[in-house]
C-alpha cells in the first residue's frame, strides 16, 4: 500500500515561497510519475505540475509555469514543489499523487493520493 504524505504548506504573503514536499511510504515500480495537483473552495481539483520518477521530466500548468518547480528525491521517495511569487488565487489545498501514464494532467489518471496540506496566499 502506497502512502503520500504532504506537508510544507501555511499561510504566506503574496510575492513569498512555500516548499511542499510530499513523502511516499515506497516508490512502487509500478508507478511511473508524481504529481501536484490543488483544490480551491467551490472548485475542481486542477493540475499543477508533474514529474516522472526516473528521467525527471517535468510539465506544469500555464498558470504556475515560471513560478513554480517540481522535483523528485528518488533515494527519499519524496517529490517536492517549489512555490514562488505565490499570489493569492494560488490559495488552495494541494495534494500530491503518484500515478502510472504520462503525461498525466487529469486526476482519474493517478491511483494514490495524499491527504492535501493547505496553502493560503494572503494579499
Known amino acids: 500500500q502506497v502512502q503520500l504524505v504532504e506537508s510544507g504548506g501555511g499561510l504566506v504573503q503574496a510575492g513569498g515561497s512555500l516548499r511542499l514536499s510530499c513523502a511516499t511510504s515506497?516508490?512502487?515500480?509500478?508507478?511511473?510519475?508524481a504529481g501536484w495537483f490543488r483544490q480551491a473552495p467551490g472548485k475542481e481539483r486542477e493540475f499543477v505540475a508533474a514529474?516522472?520518477?526516473?528521467?525527471?521530466?517535468?510539465y506544469y500548468a500555464d498558470s504556475v509555469k515560471v513560478r513554480f518547480t517540481i522535483s523528485r528525491d528518488n533515494a527519499k521517495n519524496t517529490v517536492n514543489l517549489e512555490m514562488n511569487s505565490l499570489k493569492p488565487e494560488d490559495t488552495a489545498v494541494y495534494y500530491c499523487?503518484?500515478?502510472?501514464?504520462?503525461?498525466?494532467?487529469?486526476?482519474?489518471?493517478?491511483?494514490?493520493w495524499g491527504q492535501g496540506t493547505q496553502v493560503t496566499v494572503s494579499s
Open positions: 515506497e516508490r512502487t515500480f509500478r508507478s511511473f510519475a
Open positions: 514529474i516522472t520518477w526516473i528521467s525527471g521530466n517535468t
Open positions: 499523487a503518484v500515478g502510472s501514464r504520462w503525461p498525466a494532467l487529469e486526476p482519474y489518471k493517478y491511483d494514490y
